[in-house]
Every structure is written in C-alpha cells, then in structure tokens.
Nanobody
C-alpha cells in the first residue's frame, strides 16, 4: 500500500515562506516522478511543480522564481519551498507520485496524498 503524507502547511502573511514535505512509503521512491498540485476553493486542481527521477524540475509560470521543488531519495521525501507567498497561493496542496509501468503489459501508477492547507493572508 503506497502512502503519501504531506506536512508543512499553515497560515502565513503575504511575503512569507513555507516548506511543504511529502514522505512516500510502501514502494520505492527513486523511480517515482514527484509532483505538487494545488486546488483553491471552487477551482480545479492545478499542477504546480514537477521533479523527475534525475532531479530535473519544472514549474507553472505563476510560481517560477518563488517556489523550489526538491527531493531527498534517502529520506523518501519531496519538498516544496515556497517563498514570497501571495494570497493567490492559498490552496490545498497535494503531493503526487507517478510510477512508470514495471512491465510492457502494466500501466502507469498514480498516487495522491490527502493534502495540506496553505493560507496566505494579505
């Protein structure tokens, strides 16, 4: 049973910082592409940042230069460092793990955490 456990959310003033963590258990971590998504009230869940198995990163335009995604394979953890936070960053942040199919006949596997609330006050 693969489990993703997020932590680090909270209430912060605009301009502040938070660091989110997501620990993966139940399956190998090194082979997973890791992503952070967020979902604001009444809106769809949007991709925020991605880090591949070799550490290559990608960000949505709205967070470039402010957020940094990283991973520690020895700790089975992915991080999202969020600086210069804005009220529009307020959302529930979700961790997502993507595992490639182990065989030709298998399919890609997707796992989600339960989310952590980030609230940025103006």
């Amino acid at each position: 049973q693969v489990q993703l456990m997020e932590s680090g959310g909270g209430l912060v003033q605009a301009g502040g910082s938070l660091r989110l963590s997501c620990v993966v258990s139940g399956r190998g971590f090194r082979s997973a592409e890791m992503r952070w998504y967020r979902q604001a009230p009444g809106k769809q869940r949007d991709l925020v940042a991605t880090i591949g198995t070799h550490g290559i990163t990608d960000y949505t335009e709205a967070v470039k230069g402010r957020f940094t995604i990283s991973r520690d394979n020895s700790e089975r953890t992915v991080y999202l460092q969020m600086n210069s936070l804005k009220p529009e960053d307020t959302a529930v942040y979700y961790c997502n793990a993507i595992y490639p199919p182990p065989t030709v006949e298998a399919t890609t596997s997707y796992y989600w955490g339960h989310g952590t609330q980030v609230t940025v006050s103006s």
